[in-house]
């Protein structure tokens, strides 16, 4: 067993957070095959501030499916603690909060979101401090390893969303500039797990147990 903040799990299965296919239906669904902890899709903290009804329809306001995480992407502390605030209290069936800093796509890059915020490491924690603050739930981050292999800065990103009270690190082991193409770096991940203080989960290609192990 182990624990994302107070959460117990029972499993090492984590359902990833994948536009357009881990809708709620779909979580359902796989629930059954051993799945222990699941993941909503990317949702727009702007989207759920200016536009509740609409992306609360079809992101936030699911049922329940325990523990089951809000993944949200925005592009600075104060938007994304509101939007966690206000997803909260649409729905009492959110787990956690799962803070996207690792999306290579274009147009979420060029709102400052997704991965673009590992330029800036010091601002990850201070997204994950405020998300705490303003909602009193478990926080985790999903990232990736850099914006490309000469400029690996993940451990930074780690060290300051884990200081800042992260209750489980993300990382899927390619960069920004890869996307999702070619083999994922796990050896720069290897024995990563010894030297934090929270759980680690490795994202990236993994279709099969053989591939987990």
Not at 115 to 125: E, F, H, I, N, Y
Not at 170 to 193: F, I, K, M, N, S
Request: proline residues 7%; aromatic residues 8%.
């Amino acid at each position: 067993m182990w624990k994302i903040g107070d959460i117990p799990v029972e499993g090492k299965v984590i359902l990833g957070p994948m536009s357009g296919f881990t809708f709620a239906s779909y979580r359902d669904f796989m629930k059954p095959f051993g799945v222990a902890v699941s993941v909503t899709e990317l949702t727009s903290s702007a989207g759920v501030i200016h536009d509740s009804e609409r992306t609360g329809s079809m992101y936030v306001g699911f049922g329940p499916n325990y523990p089951t995480g809000l993944q949200l992407f925005g592009s600075g502390p104060e938007e994304i603690a509101e939007a966690a605030s206000i997803a909260m209290r649409m729905n009492p069936n959110i787990s956690f909060f799962d803070i996207n800093m690792g999306c290579p796509v274009p147009k979420v890059l060029r709102s400052g979101s997704g991965s673009a915020l590992m330029a800036d490491p010091g601002r990850c924690g201070e997204i994950v401090r405020a998300v705490r603050k303003a909602t009193g739930m478990p926080v985790t981050i999903k990232t990736r390893l850099g914006k490309s292999m000469e400029s690996i800065n993940f451990r930074e990103v780690l060290d300051e969303t884990v200081s800042a009270g992260a209750d489980v690190v993300a990382v899927h082991a390619r960069t920004v500039r890869e996307r999702y193409a070619g083999r994922p770096h796990y050896d720069l991940l290897e024995g990563l797990q010894k030297e934090l203080p929270v759980p680690l989960i490795v994202s990236g290609n993994i279709y099969s147990l053989e591939d987990a192990i």
